[in-house]
């Protein structure tokens, strides 16, 4: 029983997972959490140069903030178009260009930056819901 709650009482805003040592793989397992709905893994690896949402951001605000970024993300498949690229002005941050196939059959193209992470590693940083559109709009031609 003491086993089983261990991890609660160390404190839920401790970083317990290391952020991914590649920007294909944070890429990857954060588009994997956003078709899962895990928004535990997507605070885990969405965040700043100083480390995971998870470990900074208030639970309320980072769970309104996950909820609309799932929305805006959420997908039956990703490709990515191209990338990783520098991002101008910014030495610490790369940015992809990835096709989301939404659920409605829509695609849409847009830019996801990484930033690495001062204590090593990659999070996902922007993900540009500027340029997603609505969820659920019907596609544009």
């Known amino acids: 029983m003491l086993l089983a709650l261990g991890p609660l009482a160390c404190g ?4 317990q997972t290391p952020a991914p040592q590649s920007l294909t ?3 990857a397992q954060f588009l994997s959490a956003v078709q899962a709905s895990d928004f535990h893994q997507m605070g885990a690896l ?3 140069e100083r480390g995971p949402a998870t470990d900074w951001m208030k639970a309320e605000d980072l769970r ?3 909820t609309v970024i799932q929305k805006y993300l959420n ?3 990703y490709r990515v178009v191209d990338g990783p690229s520098a991002v101008p002005g910014n030495e610490n941050e790369r940015n992809f260009h990835v096709e989301i196939q939404r659920p ?16 090593g ?8 819901l ?12």
């Open 12 to 15: 839920g805003g401790s970083h």
């Open 25 to 27: 793989e944070t890429l």
């Open 46 to 48: 969405w965040g700043t």
């Open 64 to 66: 309104q903030r996950l």
């Open 75 to 77: 997908h039956v498949g």
């Open 104 to 119: 409605t059959g829509c695609k849409v193209v847009l830019p996801i930056d990484l930033v690495h992470v001062k204590s």
């Open 121 to 128: 590693g990659w999070l996902v940083h922007d993900v540009h």
């Open 130 to 141: 500027d340029v997603a559109g609505s969820p659920v709009a019907s596609c544009r031609p």
